[in-house]
Each structure stands twice: as structure tokens, then as C-alpha cells.
């Protein structure tokens, strides 16, 4: 499997990336992209909350067998709740009427899962994945106010 072809394997996989005991996704087909460069702008933002990026990292020959390539990756996820004026919800999460649905999740909810699901890729899926680190930026103001968390 190349970069490209593992990049369309985390895009499928995180579209399909539900809450627990649910059919309901954490992203959907129209919220997950594989980019390249740096974090879009406050303007190229999708417009739908939480969504997520994939980039390709950079890439070696494996030491021990040098027809394999070690290739990083990286997901970034991205969450906005709605009357949020300091950014607490946007990690935490907020009261939420529905725990099968992404609506008031806060982003350690959301990056629980998604590391849950690129955990859960195996060779099978045509990759060993490792999962070296993760972690929760604070928030940051978006636009007039809002704050959403990387």
C-alpha cells in the first residue's frame, strides 16, 4: 500500500467512525478530508462541525526490511459547540441531549474515537498502524468569537 492509497484507507475509515453502541457517525462522508500544507484558514474551514484533515507526513525506508516504508501521518480534528464564549465546551464537551449524535461533543470526545479507529486498522486493512502521540490544543477564537478546538 502507498501514502495515497493509505490516506483513502484513514478518509474511509474515519468517515465510518461511529459513537459507542450507535449507528450514527462522528463525521460523515462530507466532513473528513486529506489535505496538504498547513491549517486552512478561518475562510477554508468546512463548514460543518466536527470535521476532520489527514495529511501525509513525511516517509522512509524501514530500517530492517528496506521494501517497506515508514510513512507518518497526521489527523487533526476540529469541534465548535455552540454558545461557547470561552472555549471549555469546545474541549470538554457540553450537556448533550443525544450521546449517539456529534452535536455539543467537545474535541477530547470526538479524538477518543479517532484514535479508537485508526487503532483498530490492521494488516488487513494493508498497514501496521502505531500510534505514537495525541493530544488536545486549546482553544482559539474563529471569526467573531467563536471558539473551536484542534
Sequence with gaps: ?????????????LQTVTWDNSTNVVFGERSVFVYAGAQPDDEQHPPAFPFCLVTIGTGTADEDHPELLQQSFNVVTAVEVAGDPLGEQAVIGSSRANLTRSAGAGIAQVAERVRFAIQNLTTYDGASIIVTGSGIGSPATLGRGRQIAF
Design 1 to 13: 500500500m502507498n501514502p495515497w492509497q493509505m490516506a483513502q484507507q484513514l478518509k474511509h475509515e
